[in-house]
C-alpha cells in the first residue's frame, strides 16, 4: 500500500509518494499554496490509491508549533474527514537539508516530503521488526 508524504509550507507544498510496499519514499511534485490544495491533495492520493497520508510536524527551534503548523492542522483536519488516516511525523528543516544534499531546484519541497515519510517509514518498519522479533513472555 503506497503511502503520500507532505512537506506543508506557506508557499509550497512537497508531495513524496511511498513505493507499494511501504519501504522507499520518493519526491512526486510540488504544489502551489491555494484554495483548492486539499482537494488537490485528494485527487492525487486517490489516483495513487493512498489510504494514509504523513504530515511533517513542523516546529520552531524551541519545539513550539510555527505558522506552517496551524494551517497544516485544518488541512490534516480536512484529510481525516475525507477518510484518509494522516499521521504526523516530526520535522525540522527538511526543505534546507535537502538544500545542502542536492542543490536548490523545482523539486527541493518534494524532496524534504519525500525525507519525512522515509522517517515515518522506517519507524514503522522498525517497530514491525522489534515486534516479530520480540520472544512471547512465558508464565513461570
Do not use: C
Not at 30 to 48: P, Y
Amino acid at each position: 500500500m503506497k503511502i503520500l508524504g507532505i512537506d506543508y509550507g506557506t508557499k509550497r507544498i512537497g508531495i513524496a509518494m511511498s513505493d507499494e510496499m511501504g519501504q522507499f519514499a520518493f519526491p512526486l511534485l510540488v504544489l502551489d499554496q491555494s484554495s483548492s490544495l486539499a482537494a488537490e491533495i485528494k485527487e492525487i492520493a486517490k489516483a495513487h490509491e493512498v489510504r494514509d497520508i504523513v504530515i511533517g510536524e513542523s516546529k520552531d527551534y524551541k519545539g513550539k508549533a510555527n505558522e506552517s503548523l496551524a494551517a497544516a492542522t485544518n488541512l490534516k483536519e480536512t484529510l481525516e474527514d475525507a477518510g484518509f488516516a494522516v499521521h504526523w511525523e516530526p520535522e525540522f528543516m527538511t526543505s534546507m537539508h535537502v538544500e545542502r544534499l542536492q542543490g536548490k531546484s523545482d523539486l527541493t519541497d518534494a524532496s524534504a516530503a519525500a525525507i519525512i515519510l522515509q522517517s515515518f517509514l522506517d519507524k514503522k518498519a522498525h517497530a514491525n521488526y522489534v515486534q516479530e522479533d520480540e520472544e512471547p513472555s512465558r508464565a513461570e
